[in-house]
């Protein structure tokens, strides 16, 4: 995962930086403020400037590319969420989930304090898909449970990691 930054507040209704990626599971759109990553999306967000992209946002591309084509596991880039020190709590906690391993929302809520419901809930509004792996969290059976993207994404997400075999659902 990459790193939280401490930077200057972002517009949060300002103009944001996007680029779209297609990718294997459809387009994905990251938005970045000049000096971090603030969202990875499967949603469009129906605006950004229009003017020449930032470093930071031509590297996630770059990394984000590296992943879907298998040769990245991991993510080094500034991020910048915004969220309750709660949820901020969850999302750091998932940073530490390894790529192709599983983690489950009581085992989350076991480490950090709390239920697994609101760990559920935190991972629900993750703002950066992918990055911040919630798509690496599974229900207590085992079940795939909750996913942003849509199920079948973070199936395909799982597969690709080698987390789950193709044959399992």
Same mark, same amino acid.
């Given at each position: 995962?990459?790193?939280?930054?401490?930077?200057?507040?972002?517009?949060?209704?300002?103009?944001?930086?996007?680029?779209?990626?297609?990718?294997?599971?459809?387009?994905?759109?990251?938005?970045?403020?000049?000096?971090?990553?603030?969202?990875?999306?499967?949603?469009?967000?129906?605006?950004?400037?229009?003017?020449?992209?930032?470093?930071?946002?031509?590297?996630?591309?770059?990394? $984000?590319? =590296? &992943?879907?084509? #298998?040769?990245?596991? !991991?993510?080094? @880039?500034?991020?910048?969420?915004?969220?309750?020190?709660?949820?901020?709590?969850?999302?750091?906690?998932?940073?530490?989930?390894?790529?192709?391993?599983?983690?489950?929302?009581?085992?989350?809520?076991?480490?950090?304090?709390?239920?697994?419901?609101?760990?559920?809930?935190?991972?629900?509004?993750?703002?950066?898909?992918?990055?911040?792996?919630?798509?690496?969290?599974?229900?207590?059976?085992?079940? $795939?449970? =909750? &996913?942003?993207? #849509?199920?079948?994404? !973070?199936?395909? @997400?799982?597969?690709?990691?080698?987390?789950?075999?193709?044959?399992?659902?």
């Amino acid at each position: 995962m990459g790193t939280l930054r401490n930077h200057k507040e972002p517009e949060l209704f300002g103009p944001q930086y996007v680029a779209a990626l297609e990718t294997p599971i459809g387009k994905l759109w990251v938005e970045s403020d000049g000096e971090a990553i603030t969202r990875v999306s499967f949603n469009n967000p129906g605006r950004g400037r229009h003017a020449r992209a930032p470093k930071v946002l031509i590297e996630a591309v770059k990394q $984000l590319q =590296g &992943y879907f084509a #298998g040769r990245r596991k !991991k993510f080094d @880039l500034p991020l910048y969420q915004v969220g309750s020190p709660y949820r901020r709590k969850v999302w750091s906690r998932l940073g530490l989930i390894h790529y192709g391993v599983l983690a489950t929302y009581a085992d989350l809520a076991k480490d950090i304090g709390g239920a697994a419901r609101s760990t559920g809930s935190a991972c629900a509004v993750n703002p950066l898909l992918i990055l911040v792996p919630c798509h690496r969290v599974v229900g207590s059976n085992g079940l $795939l449970m =909750g &996913y942003a993207g #849509g199920l079948w994404r !973070k199936k395909w @997400l799982l597969e690709h990691e080698g987390a789950l075999a193709k044959e399992m659902f």
